[in-house]
């Protein structure tokens, strides 16, 4: 559909590497932030009102921010999913499909099953030392995107993937190409 409407990688990656620059260019200059909150403002709004109130901590809250990140997953799934979905269309290597599938399904939940664990207790203990450091934290992160941003616009990132895929071992490259 991207494809039909003129969204090509190239251009995707282009955008994405310029939106990165924006972000981290925020991240470093308070009166961005600043004015990116004003703007930013009736989205938030809107938001808190869905997912950041009282109702907003059940299983319906929950479903949606699920959907939300099932739609920020859905580049890195597709083509697993996708072929997994189309060998079982077929009636082709059914139980093969079925392992990939719970494979992928226990190795997408349990990170998150894990992080879901351990993030509060650890957030709650971090949280004043965090607060101390926040600041050069994030101008920090700024950099980095910036330095990100900029190394995809200029290509470079090309590169380091083509080095990185032909240092990689023969099963690595079956392994993620094999569908």
């Known amino acids: 559909m991207g494809h039909s409407i003129g969204l090509t990688t190239e251009l995707f990656r282009q955008v994405a590497a310029a939106l990165m620059v924006m972000l981290g260019a925020v991240l470093i200059f308070t009166p961005l932030q600043s004015r990116l909150a004003l703007a930013s ?13 009282e109702r ?10 699920g959907v939300l990140l099932g739609a ?5 799934v597709g083509p697993t999913l996708g072929a997994a979905s189309l060998l079982a ?16 399904g226990i190795g997408a939940a349990l990170p998150l099953l894990i992080i879901g ?3 509060r207790e650890a957030l709650q203990r971090w949280r004043k030392q965090a607060s101390s450091v926040s600041h050069a934290m994030k101008a920090a ?10 190394l995809v616009l ?26």
């Open 89 to 104: 269309a077929q009636g082709r290597d059914l139980p093969q499909v079925a392992a990939s599938m719970l494979v992928f």
């Open 72 to 76: 920020v997953w859905t580049p890195c």
């Open 41 to 53: 403002g009736p989205i938030a709004n809107w938001t808190d009102r869905h997912f950041g109130s």
């Open 141 to 150: 992160l700024g950099v980095l995107l910036i330095l990100i941003g900029a």
């Open 56 to 65: 907003g901590s059940g299983y319906a809250s929950q479903f949606w921010v």
């Open 117 to 119: 664990h351990l993030s």
């Open 154 to 179: 200029a290509g470079f990132d090309k590169r380091v993937e083509t080095v990185l895929v032909n240092a990689s071992p023969q099963w690595l490259t079956d392994l993620t190409t094999r569908y």
